[in-house]
């Protein structure tokens, strides 16, 4: 074949590799052999030529780079011949690479150094301590540095509503230090409508489109959030301070005024460029505690009307989406705390978000649903997140393994919001949540982004984007530009803009990557964590399995460990039918299966996959 055709590299640990290729390539993916794999690295931009090399397969031939994905590896010095080398992951590169700069270093010392050309050069020593993070953060291709920017300029309160005399609140996490939305209510109308100001703040005023600082944004796609370590999408100046709503200091916001009306329904939608003055910090924990108590004296008194109005519209909120159905916000995620000077994990637990968090979820997911329907009606190109409906498969599948635990979901062919939410009532405060839970990933997926206009079916929203973090997402500032241009008297952008496919596109692949080198993060130290407790004994449940054995999800934690199928009584083991099982071959009375409650040892871990071994008692 003569065409040239672009691609990204993906590099398999046995050594050679593979190019995924875009739409216009006769396959999805053709194969690279390791020495044409050697001077590139996982996620490298290039063109190749295609050679058939069998029935509906092709070779990659002629490669040549086109745009590096990471500027640099990880790894662990070694010697060849002499001279020192860089060790990386193997899911990085598929050789050692020639290292400038460490005549002096040991080998194993571990490093990080910069690509330049086919070689590279030694940047920064690591400590031992920081090895783990540093791993990851080069496995994933996270950036690190930040182009150089100007201060940021004064605030132009000119073309802005001024909203600073209405009392106003965030409400973030204890340590949260990038506050991005802030909240104020107007008192009910006569027909007992509640106007609720979601104040975000507007990046687009200090980050200019086409900035150096913009197209970092751009090249991060998204704040990650690596336990123990943020990695902020702009400069902590910036994400942190000018850009921060902290209480008593004036901020540029872009302000969805939103008509609650008195059944939760959103009857009027206005969106302007604001100046606000939070008024107080609050925090998650504290407003929890009076939305539980009803104490008054907990929060300041000033504060008191617009925490109460808040509470109502949340309430109005929560009834209206209970009647379109999907699944609830209330989620369970695990955290770990690190001792600040060894970076050791000291404490490790599942928690439950509070009402506090539900209340502002609400109030955001009302926003960003509001803001997409008011684009929408008006043509304009968008970011719109998507959440497809299952298949008939799927379904299928989720029902079988409910019934395997005991549960008759009676679902037809379809899954409907309003099903879905009463198949999640079932499960929802038994013991079988966890393991729903999963299933409900699995069914469902995860969302995109995409500028075509689709519904979110986990929120049972027509019409759903992201408005209410800028400062962490650039699909926020995104929305966010495109708003402010037809506030300003834009009128000829359409809804098919192409570049808004490309950006959708690089945005899900920077949200995907974030995401699994946050999951990565967590598996790794809570590996580190269980160390330390080899021999102890714990309560599980089993939430997945699979043909090496049983994934078993330990109480209290919300961290999964591993049984190997042969360290069950009463195999061989093999996987039903409706993968939800592993059953005796000799035996089909003998099965262990989905929700099913297990005691098991810690055996082992392997800190470096982030796997705990368990054993059954």
Known sequence: MSDRYDGKIVVHHRGYGFVDLGPDAPVSSAFVAPPDLNPLVAGDRVTVDLEPSGKDRFQAKNLELVDRFRQELFGQV???RGKPHLEVDRHVANTDWPLDGAKDLKDGTY?????????????REVPETEVSLARIIA??????????????????????RDLRDVVTITIDGPTSRDLDDALAV????????IRVLVSIADVDALVPEGSPLDLEAAARGTSVYLAGHTMPMLPRAYSEDALSLLPGVDRAAMTAELR????????????????????????????????????????DEALLPCLRGLRAVSARLAMARSIRGGVRLLSEETTIALDTETQEPTELQARTSGPANLLV????????????????????????RVHEPPTEDRVGALAEAARQLGFELGLGSELTPIGLAALERQFADTPHEPVFQQLLRRLLG?????????????????????FTSPIRRYADLVVHRVIKGYLAGDRERNA????????????NQRALRARKAETERLRVLAARWFASRIGERRMGRVIAVKPFGLVVQLEGTGIAGTVEADSLDGGPFQVNATRDALVATEDETVRYGLGQKLEVEVAGVDELLGRIDLQPL
Not at 111 to 123: N, Q, S
Not at 186 to 193: I, K, V, Y
Not at 447 to 465: K, N
Not at 499 to 506: D, G, L, P
């Open 361 to 384: 979820e609400r109030l955001m997911v009302a926003a960003n649903e509001a803001v997409a329907t008011w684009m929408h009606e008006r043509g304009l190109p968008s970011l719109y």
């Open 446 to 466: 995860p969302a995109r982004y995409t500028p075509e206009p689709a519904m979110h079916f986990g929120l049972a929203a027509p019409l759903y984007l992201h």
């Open 139 to 160: 496995r994933y291709g996270l950036r690190t540095d930040y182009p150089d920017s100007p201060s940021p300029k004064k605030l132009d309160r000119k073309i802005r």
């Open 78 to 80: 070694v010697r060849h």
């Open 111 to 123: 490093v990080v150094a910069r690509i330049e050309g086919k070689r590279v050069v030694l940047d």
């Open 496 to 507: 098919h803009e192409p570049e808004m496919q490309t950006i959708a596109e690089e945005v």
């Open 260 to 299: 609650i009306d008195p059944e939760g329904r959103v009857r009027a939608v206005d969106i302007y460029a604001s100046v606000i003055r939070s008024d107080q910090r609050l925090d998650y924990e504290t407003v929890s505690r009076w939305l539980e108590t009803a104490d008054d004296d907990i929060l």
């Open 186 to 193: 107007l008192p009910p109308d006569p027909n007992g409508a």
